[in-house]
Protein backbone atom coordinates (compact mmCIF):
# COMPACT_ATOMS: atom_id res chain seq x y z
CA UNK A 1 0.00 0.00 0.00
CA UNK A 2 2.98 2.51 0.47
CA UNK A 3 1.51 4.03 3.01
CA UNK A 4 -1.49 5.17 0.84
CA UNK A 5 -5.39 3.74 1.57
CA UNK A 6 -6.85 2.27 -1.18
CA UNK A 7 -8.60 4.50 -3.76
CA UNK A 8 -11.69 2.83 -4.87
CA UNK A 9 -12.72 5.73 -7.11
CA UNK A 10 -10.83 8.16 -9.40
CA UNK A 11 -7.71 9.98 -8.49
CA UNK A 12 -8.35 13.34 -6.62
CA UNK A 13 -4.79 15.26 -7.26
CA UNK A 14 -3.66 16.52 -10.18
CA UNK A 15 -0.19 17.78 -8.93
CA UNK A 16 2.56 16.02 -8.01
CA UNK A 17 1.13 12.32 -8.08
CA UNK A 18 3.54 10.07 -7.08
CA UNK A 19 4.30 6.96 -8.26
CA UNK A 20 5.56 4.19 -5.31
CA UNK A 21 6.95 0.98 -6.48
CA UNK A 22 4.66 -1.62 -7.58
CA UNK A 23 3.54 -4.71 -5.63
CA UNK A 24 5.28 -7.00 -8.40
CA UNK A 25 8.58 -5.46 -7.50
CA UNK A 26 8.11 -5.30 -3.32
CA UNK A 27 5.92 -8.19 -2.82
CA UNK A 28 2.73 -7.84 -0.10
CA UNK A 29 3.55 -4.19 2.11
CA UNK A 30 4.79 -4.31 5.35
CA UNK A 31 2.78 -3.17 8.06
CA UNK A 32 5.42 -0.16 8.64
CA UNK A 33 4.14 0.90 4.85
CA UNK A 34 0.15 1.77 5.90
CA UNK A 35 -1.43 4.37 7.24
CA UNK A 36 -2.75 4.58 10.99
CA UNK A 37 -5.69 5.04 9.71
CA UNK A 38 -5.85 1.89 7.57
CA UNK A 39 -6.90 -0.34 10.11
CA UNK A 40 -10.21 1.34 9.86
CA UNK A 41 -10.81 1.22 6.60
CA UNK A 42 -9.72 -1.80 6.08
CA UNK A 43 -12.55 -3.35 8.94
CA UNK A 44 -14.93 -1.77 6.99
CA UNK A 45 -13.69 -2.43 3.26
CA UNK A 46 -17.06 -3.44 1.40
CA UNK A 47 -19.36 -0.83 3.19
CA UNK A 48 -20.41 2.57 0.64
CA UNK A 49 -21.31 5.54 2.07
CA UNK A 50 -23.79 7.91 0.79
CA UNK A 51 -23.93 11.43 0.05
CA UNK A 52 -25.83 12.21 2.76
CA UNK A 53 -23.91 10.89 5.05
CA UNK A 54 -20.82 12.22 3.89
CA UNK A 55 -21.82 15.71 4.14
CA UNK A 56 -23.52 14.97 7.94
CA UNK A 57 -19.60 13.67 8.68
CA UNK A 58 -18.34 16.73 7.24
CA UNK A 59 -20.69 19.52 8.87
CA UNK A 60 -19.49 17.43 12.46
CA UNK A 61 -15.84 17.85 11.37
CA UNK A 62 -16.17 21.36 10.60
CA UNK A 63 -17.75 22.58 13.45
CA UNK A 64 -15.09 20.71 16.12
CA UNK A 65 -11.88 21.12 14.40
CA UNK A 66 -12.50 24.51 12.12
CA UNK A 67 -12.97 26.74 15.57
CA UNK A 68 -10.04 25.14 17.09
CA UNK A 69 -7.74 25.81 13.75
CA UNK A 70 -8.90 29.52 13.29
CA UNK A 71 -8.74 30.28 17.34
CA UNK A 72 -5.07 29.06 17.27
CA UNK A 73 -3.86 30.95 14.18
CA UNK A 74 -5.42 34.08 15.50
CA UNK A 75 -3.00 33.62 18.55
CA UNK A 76 -0.22 32.80 16.69
CA UNK A 77 -0.36 35.64 14.78
CA UNK A 78 -1.15 38.18 17.49
CA UNK A 79 1.98 36.85 19.65
CA UNK A 80 3.96 36.99 16.60
CA UNK A 81 2.98 40.52 15.31
CA UNK A 82 2.38 41.92 19.19
CA UNK A 83 5.80 44.12 18.44
CA UNK A 84 4.06 45.98 15.46
CA UNK A 85 1.36 47.39 18.50
CA UNK A 86 4.24 47.94 20.84
CA UNK A 87 6.45 49.84 18.52
CA UNK A 88 4.55 52.81 19.28
CA UNK A 89 3.96 52.48 22.78
CA UNK A 90 7.59 52.87 23.88
CA UNK A 91 8.66 49.12 23.03
CA UNK A 92 12.14 50.19 21.18
CA UNK A 93 13.00 52.49 24.23
CA UNK A 94 11.89 50.25 26.99
CA UNK A 95 14.34 47.42 25.50
CA UNK A 96 16.95 50.14 24.69
CA UNK A 97 16.69 49.55 20.47
CA UNK A 98 18.67 51.30 18.24
CA UNK A 99 19.42 51.65 14.28
CA UNK A 100 18.08 48.19 12.47
CA UNK A 101 17.89 45.90 15.59
CA UNK A 102 13.75 46.64 15.51
CA UNK A 103 13.96 44.92 12.21
CA UNK A 104 16.05 42.29 13.36
CA UNK A 105 13.45 41.09 15.50
CA UNK A 106 11.17 40.27 12.55
CA UNK A 107 14.18 38.92 11.08
CA UNK A 108 15.07 36.65 14.08
CA UNK A 109 11.57 35.02 14.64
CA UNK A 110 11.57 33.86 10.64
CA UNK A 111 14.89 32.96 11.14
CA UNK A 112 14.02 30.52 14.49
CA UNK A 113 11.22 29.71 12.06
CA UNK A 114 13.38 28.34 9.58
CA UNK A 115 15.97 26.54 11.65
CA UNK A 116 13.32 24.14 13.45
CA UNK A 117 11.63 23.46 10.09
CA UNK A 118 13.27 20.36 9.89
CA UNK A 119 12.57 19.45 13.63
CA UNK A 120 8.73 20.74 13.18
CA UNK A 121 8.45 18.11 9.91
CA UNK A 122 9.98 15.15 11.69
CA UNK A 123 8.22 15.81 14.69
CA UNK A 124 4.75 16.24 13.12
CA UNK A 125 5.33 12.98 11.57
CA UNK A 126 6.55 10.97 14.28
CA UNK A 127 4.74 12.80 17.21
CA UNK A 128 0.41 12.67 17.36
CA UNK A 129 -0.54 16.03 15.91
CA UNK A 130 -3.08 17.75 17.78
CA UNK A 131 -1.04 17.16 21.14
CA UNK A 132 2.55 18.42 19.68
CA UNK A 133 0.27 21.36 18.65
CA UNK A 134 -1.06 21.90 21.99
CA UNK A 135 2.08 22.12 23.63
CA UNK A 136 4.02 24.24 21.46
CA UNK A 137 0.87 26.37 21.79
CA UNK A 138 1.69 26.68 25.70
CA UNK A 139 5.41 27.19 25.01
CA UNK A 140 4.86 30.18 22.32
CA UNK A 141 2.02 31.81 24.52
CA UNK A 142 4.86 31.30 27.68
CA UNK A 143 7.57 33.16 25.52
CA UNK A 144 5.35 36.09 24.83
CA UNK A 145 3.99 36.76 28.22
CA UNK A 146 7.80 36.83 29.14
CA UNK A 147 8.26 39.16 26.48
CA UNK A 148 7.80 42.62 29.21
CA UNK A 149 11.04 41.36 31.24
CA UNK A 150 13.08 41.92 27.93
CA UNK A 151 15.54 44.89 28.59
CA UNK A 152 17.49 44.91 25.98
CA UNK A 153 18.62 43.98 22.36
CA UNK A 154 20.00 40.48 23.44
CA UNK A 155 17.18 39.08 25.84
CA UNK A 156 14.69 40.21 23.03
CA UNK A 157 16.39 38.95 20.09
CA UNK A 158 16.29 35.62 21.84
CA UNK A 159 13.11 35.83 23.03
CA UNK A 160 11.88 36.19 19.63
CA UNK A 161 14.27 33.46 17.98
CA UNK A 162 12.46 31.31 20.64
CA UNK A 163 9.11 32.15 19.68
CA UNK A 164 9.76 31.70 15.88
CA UNK A 165 10.99 28.15 16.61
CA UNK A 166 8.17 27.17 18.18
CA UNK A 167 5.30 28.85 16.23
CA UNK A 168 7.38 27.22 13.49
CA UNK A 169 4.80 23.68 13.90
CA UNK A 170 1.54 26.04 13.11
CA UNK A 171 1.44 26.22 9.39
CA UNK A 172 2.55 23.41 8.21
CA UNK A 173 0.89 20.97 10.65
CA UNK A 174 -2.08 22.79 9.65
CA UNK A 175 -1.55 22.19 6.14
CA UNK A 176 -1.12 17.84 7.46
CA UNK A 177 -3.99 18.34 9.08
CA UNK A 178 -6.01 18.89 6.34
CA UNK A 179 -5.05 16.56 4.40
CA UNK A 180 -5.83 14.10 7.36
CA UNK A 181 -9.55 15.41 7.67
CA UNK A 182 -10.78 16.55 3.94
CA UNK A 183 -11.24 16.14 0.38
CA UNK A 184 -9.30 17.82 -2.18
CA UNK A 185 -12.19 20.03 -3.17
CA UNK A 186 -13.41 20.85 0.42
CA UNK A 187 -9.52 22.00 1.44
CA UNK A 188 -9.43 25.71 -0.56
CA UNK A 189 -12.36 27.19 1.68
CA UNK A 190 -11.08 25.33 5.15
CA UNK A 191 -7.81 26.81 4.19
CA UNK A 192 -8.47 30.64 3.97
CA UNK A 193 -11.16 30.40 6.67
CA UNK A 194 -8.33 29.61 8.95
CA UNK A 195 -5.85 31.80 7.19
CA UNK A 196 -8.05 34.81 7.27
CA UNK A 197 -7.83 34.94 11.12
CA UNK A 198 -4.55 36.59 10.13
CA UNK A 199 -6.52 39.71 9.05
CA UNK A 200 -9.38 39.13 12.24
CA UNK A 201 -6.07 39.31 14.74
CA UNK A 202 -5.02 42.67 12.85
CA UNK A 203 -8.45 44.01 13.91
CA UNK A 204 -8.22 42.36 17.50
CA UNK A 205 -5.04 43.91 17.90
CA UNK A 206 -5.90 47.63 16.48
CA UNK A 207 -8.99 47.27 19.01
CA UNK A 208 -6.70 46.21 22.25
CA UNK A 209 -4.15 48.41 20.83
CA UNK A 210 -6.29 51.44 20.60
CA UNK A 211 -7.59 50.05 24.32
CA UNK A 212 -4.11 49.87 25.47
CA UNK A 213 -3.54 53.37 24.42
CA UNK A 214 -6.06 54.84 26.92
CA UNK A 215 -3.92 53.07 29.81
CA UNK A 216 -2.25 56.08 32.04
CA UNK A 217 -1.14 53.99 35.03
CA UNK A 218 0.57 51.26 36.26
CA UNK A 219 3.17 49.56 33.82
CA UNK A 220 5.06 51.51 30.48
CA UNK A 221 1.55 50.33 27.87
CA UNK A 222 3.76 48.13 25.42
CA UNK A 223 4.42 45.33 27.86
CA UNK A 224 0.26 44.93 28.30
CA UNK A 225 0.56 44.43 24.68
CA UNK A 226 2.57 41.20 25.93
CA UNK A 227 0.78 40.17 29.00
CA UNK A 228 -2.78 40.05 27.51
CA UNK A 229 -2.01 38.14 24.20
CA UNK A 230 0.28 36.04 26.09
CA UNK A 231 -2.03 35.33 28.34
CA UNK A 232 -4.72 34.48 26.20
CA UNK A 233 -2.24 31.91 24.58
CA UNK A 234 -1.62 30.00 27.25
CA UNK A 235 -5.37 29.95 28.14
CA UNK A 236 -6.19 28.56 24.70
CA UNK A 237 -3.32 26.02 24.58
CA UNK A 238 -5.00 24.14 27.66
CA UNK A 239 -8.17 23.80 25.15
CA UNK A 240 -6.60 22.85 22.53
CA UNK A 241 -4.81 19.77 23.90
CA UNK A 242 -7.95 19.06 25.45
CA UNK A 243 -10.20 19.35 22.37
CA UNK A 244 -8.00 18.26 19.45
CA UNK A 245 -8.12 14.50 17.95
CA UNK A 246 -4.46 13.43 16.59
CA UNK A 247 -6.51 11.61 13.71
CA UNK A 248 -10.16 10.67 12.15
CA UNK A 249 -9.86 7.11 14.03
CA UNK A 250 -9.24 8.88 17.78
CA UNK A 251 -11.69 11.71 17.28
CA UNK A 252 -14.11 11.61 20.30
CA UNK A 253 -16.43 13.43 18.77
CA UNK A 254 -16.83 10.68 16.15
CA UNK A 255 -18.91 6.93 16.69
CA UNK A 256 -17.23 4.08 14.87
CA UNK A 257 -19.40 4.75 11.97
CA UNK A 258 -18.51 8.35 11.50
CA UNK A 259 -14.63 7.70 11.33
CA UNK A 260 -14.75 5.11 8.92
CA UNK A 261 -16.88 7.47 7.08
CA UNK A 262 -14.22 10.55 7.79
CA UNK A 263 -11.53 8.01 6.94
CA UNK A 264 -13.21 6.41 3.61
CA UNK A 265 -13.77 10.22 2.51
CA UNK A 266 -9.69 11.53 2.83
CA UNK A 267 -9.10 7.73 1.22
CA UNK A 268 -10.38 9.13 -2.15
CA UNK A 269 -7.70 11.79 -2.01
CA UNK A 270 -5.27 8.53 -2.66
CA UNK A 271 -2.58 10.85 -1.23
CA UNK A 272 -2.47 8.87 2.03
CA UNK A 273 -3.52 9.91 5.82
CA UNK A 274 -0.55 9.82 7.65
CA UNK A 275 2.40 7.26 8.18
CA UNK A 276 5.29 7.47 10.40
CA UNK A 277 7.83 5.95 8.08
CA UNK A 278 10.07 8.06 5.64
CA UNK A 279 9.97 7.26 1.98
CA UNK A 280 12.77 8.04 0.26
CA UNK A 281 11.79 7.56 -3.08
CA UNK A 282 9.03 10.03 -2.35
CA UNK A 283 11.67 12.05 -0.98
CA UNK A 284 13.06 12.15 -4.21
CA UNK A 285 9.83 12.87 -6.45
CA UNK A 286 9.83 16.04 -4.22
CA UNK A 287 13.14 17.27 -4.98
CA UNK A 288 12.95 16.65 -8.67
CA UNK A 289 9.32 18.19 -8.89
CA UNK A 290 9.75 21.63 -10.73
CA UNK A 291 6.19 22.72 -9.32
CA UNK A 292 8.40 22.64 -5.40
CA UNK A 293 10.67 25.25 -6.90
CA UNK A 294 8.14 27.55 -8.43
CA UNK A 295 5.85 27.32 -5.14
CA UNK A 296 9.09 28.19 -3.37
CA UNK A 297 9.74 30.92 -5.64
CA UNK A 298 6.48 32.37 -5.19
CA UNK A 299 6.41 31.85 -1.30
CA UNK A 300 9.63 34.27 -1.09
CA UNK A 301 8.37 37.27 -3.51
CA UNK A 302 5.05 36.94 -1.59
CA UNK A 303 6.14 37.32 2.17
CA UNK A 304 8.44 40.54 1.42
CA UNK A 305 6.03 42.35 1.34
CA UNK A 306 4.46 40.82 4.58
CA UNK A 307 6.73 42.74 6.79
CA UNK A 308 4.85 45.64 5.96
CA UNK A 309 1.44 44.29 6.65
CA UNK A 310 2.92 42.41 10.26
CA UNK A 311 5.67 43.96 11.80
CA UNK A 312 5.77 48.10 10.74
CA UNK A 313 1.94 48.87 10.07
CA UNK A 314 1.99 51.07 12.93
CA UNK A 315 5.18 52.85 11.95
CA UNK A 316 4.32 53.31 8.54
CA UNK A 317 0.75 54.76 9.41
CA UNK A 318 2.73 57.04 11.79
CA UNK A 319 4.84 58.44 9.40
CA UNK A 320 2.09 59.55 7.34
CA UNK A 321 1.09 62.11 10.28
CA UNK A 322 -1.07 59.71 11.74
CA UNK A 323 -0.88 60.02 15.70
CA UNK A 324 -0.70 57.10 18.26
CA UNK A 325 -3.84 55.95 18.94
CA UNK A 326 -4.83 56.83 15.10
CA UNK A 327 -2.07 53.88 14.17
CA UNK A 328 -4.31 51.60 15.53
CA UNK A 329 -7.46 52.13 14.48
CA UNK A 330 -6.36 52.62 11.07
CA UNK A 331 -5.02 49.12 10.66
CA UNK A 332 -8.65 47.49 10.61
CA UNK A 333 -9.75 48.62 7.42
CA UNK A 334 -7.23 46.49 5.67
CA UNK A 335 -7.31 43.83 7.72
CA UNK A 336 -11.26 43.63 6.71
CA UNK A 337 -10.17 43.58 3.34
CA UNK A 338 -7.63 40.68 3.86
CA UNK A 339 -10.88 38.60 5.15
CA UNK A 340 -12.66 39.38 2.64
CA UNK A 341 -10.16 39.05 0.26
CA UNK A 342 -9.32 35.57 1.53
CA UNK A 343 -12.96 34.14 1.85
CA UNK A 344 -13.44 35.26 -1.87
CA UNK A 345 -10.06 33.76 -3.01
CA UNK A 346 -11.42 30.38 -1.00
CA UNK A 347 -15.21 30.40 -2.67
CA UNK A 348 -14.00 30.90 -6.34
CA UNK A 349 -10.73 28.11 -5.46
CA UNK A 350 -13.59 25.75 -3.97
CA UNK A 351 -16.55 26.80 -6.24
CA UNK A 352 -14.80 26.34 -10.11
CA UNK A 353 -12.12 23.92 -10.58
CA UNK A 354 -8.85 24.67 -12.20
CA UNK A 355 -9.06 28.63 -10.85
CA UNK A 356 -6.36 28.52 -8.13
CA UNK A 357 -3.29 29.89 -10.38
CA UNK A 358 -5.92 32.31 -11.47
CA UNK A 359 -6.47 33.39 -8.17
CA UNK A 360 -3.37 33.97 -6.76
CA UNK A 361 -2.37 35.99 -10.33
CA UNK A 362 -5.48 38.27 -9.49
CA UNK A 363 -3.88 38.33 -5.66
CA UNK A 364 -0.40 39.04 -6.60
CA UNK A 365 -0.94 41.88 -9.29
CA UNK A 366 -3.28 43.79 -6.89
CA UNK A 367 -0.31 43.50 -4.25
CA UNK A 368 1.49 44.98 -7.06
CA UNK A 369 0.09 47.64 -7.75
CA UNK A 370 -0.17 49.29 -4.78
CA UNK A 371 3.36 48.98 -3.94
CA UNK A 372 3.44 50.96 -7.39
CA UNK A 373 1.24 53.65 -5.58
CA UNK A 374 3.31 53.87 -2.20
CA UNK A 375 6.27 54.29 -4.48
CA UNK A 376 5.06 56.39 -7.45
CA UNK A 377 2.67 58.84 -5.30
CA UNK A 378 4.39 62.17 -4.00
CA UNK A 379 5.14 62.17 -0.15
CA UNK A 380 6.12 65.61 -0.02
CA UNK A 381 8.96 66.66 1.97
CA UNK A 382 7.44 65.54 5.89
CA UNK A 383 6.40 62.06 4.07
CA UNK A 384 2.53 63.32 4.84
CA UNK A 385 1.71 64.42 1.32
CA UNK A 386 -0.81 62.12 -0.44
CA UNK A 387 -1.58 60.20 2.68
CA UNK A 388 -5.13 58.80 2.31
CA UNK A 389 -4.08 57.56 -1.25
CA UNK A 390 -0.98 55.94 0.46
CA UNK A 391 -2.79 54.65 3.04
CA UNK A 392 -5.66 53.14 0.71
CA UNK A 393 -2.60 51.23 -1.11
CA UNK A 394 -0.93 49.83 1.93
CA UNK A 395 -4.56 48.66 3.27
CA UNK A 396 -4.88 47.04 -0.72
CA UNK A 397 -0.88 45.28 -0.16
CA UNK A 398 -3.05 42.82 2.11
CA UNK A 399 -3.60 40.76 -1.02
CA UNK A 400 -0.68 39.28 -0.56
CA UNK A 401 -2.33 36.67 1.50
CA UNK A 402 -4.40 35.18 -1.05
CA UNK A 403 -1.21 33.92 -3.30
CA UNK A 404 0.27 32.32 -0.46
CA UNK A 405 -2.74 30.96 1.30
CA UNK A 406 -3.63 29.46 -2.62
CA UNK A 407 -0.19 27.87 -2.35
CA UNK A 408 -0.73 25.96 1.02
CA UNK A 409 -3.84 24.78 -0.68
CA UNK A 410 -2.02 23.58 -3.64
CA UNK A 411 0.19 21.44 -0.99
CA UNK A 412 -2.87 19.84 0.95
CA UNK A 413 -4.74 19.23 -2.00
CA UNK A 414 -2.53 18.22 -4.85
CA UNK A 415 0.73 16.77 -3.80
CA UNK A 416 0.19 12.99 -3.32
CA UNK A 417 1.98 10.77 -0.40
CA UNK A 418 2.93 11.52 3.22
CA UNK A 419 6.76 12.22 3.08
CA UNK A 420 6.38 13.98 -0.30
CA UNK A 421 3.60 16.31 1.04
CA UNK A 422 5.26 17.01 4.18
CA UNK A 423 8.56 18.03 2.04
CA UNK A 424 6.44 20.23 -0.55
CA UNK A 425 5.39 21.87 2.44
CA UNK A 426 8.58 22.28 4.25
CA UNK A 427 10.70 23.74 1.16
CA UNK A 428 7.12 25.90 0.99
CA UNK A 429 7.80 27.53 4.43
CA UNK A 430 11.76 27.48 3.79
CA UNK A 431 10.80 30.21 1.43
CA UNK A 432 8.12 31.75 3.45
CA UNK A 433 11.10 32.32 5.98
CA UNK A 434 13.28 33.88 3.47
CA UNK A 435 10.78 36.05 2.15
CA UNK A 436 10.12 37.46 5.69
CA UNK A 437 13.31 37.51 7.01
CA UNK A 438 14.42 40.27 3.72
CA UNK A 439 11.27 42.03 3.96
CA UNK A 440 11.95 43.47 7.67
CA UNK A 441 15.57 44.25 6.68
CA UNK A 442 14.02 46.67 3.63
CA UNK A 443 13.12 49.14 6.30
CA UNK A 444 16.47 50.96 6.19
CA UNK A 445 16.22 53.66 9.61
CA UNK A 446 18.01 56.09 7.57
CA UNK A 447 15.47 56.53 4.93
CA UNK A 448 12.78 57.04 7.44
CA UNK A 449 9.71 57.95 7.24
CA UNK A 450 9.95 57.47 3.41
CA UNK A 451 11.37 54.03 3.28
CA UNK A 452 11.81 53.81 -0.31
CA UNK A 453 14.01 50.62 -0.64
CA UNK A 454 10.59 49.11 1.32
CA UNK A 455 8.23 50.32 -0.94
CA UNK A 456 9.81 49.15 -4.12
CA UNK A 457 10.74 45.97 -2.54
Known amino acids: MDGEIPKKGPAASDIGQISPPSVSEKGLASSKDLDETYSTYKQQDAQDIDSREARQVLRK ?3 HLLPLLMGTYLLQYLDKSAINSASVFGLQQGTNLHGQQYSWLTSLFYIGYLVAQPVAGYSLQRLPLGKFIGCTALVWGLLTI ?4 CTNFAGI ?3 RFLLGVFESVVNPGFVLCLSMWYRADDQPLRMVTYYCMNGVAGIFGGLLGYAVGHITTGLPQWQYVFLIFGSISLAWGVVFLALMPDLPTTARFLDPRQKFVAVERVARNRQGVKNHHFKTYQMWQCLRDPKTWI ?10 PNAA ?5 SIILKTFGFDVLQTQYMQIPGNVIQVVSLLVSGYVSSRFPNMRCAVMLAGNLICVGAGAALVGLPVGSDGTENRWGRLVALWLCSFQSVGFSMSLTMVSSNVAGYTKKQLTGAILFVGYCVGNIIGPQTFIEEEAPLYTSAYIA
Open 146 to 149: TTPA
Open 309 to 313: QSTFT
Open 61 to 63: IDR
Open 295 to 304: LFVMSVAAQI
Open 157 to 159: AAN
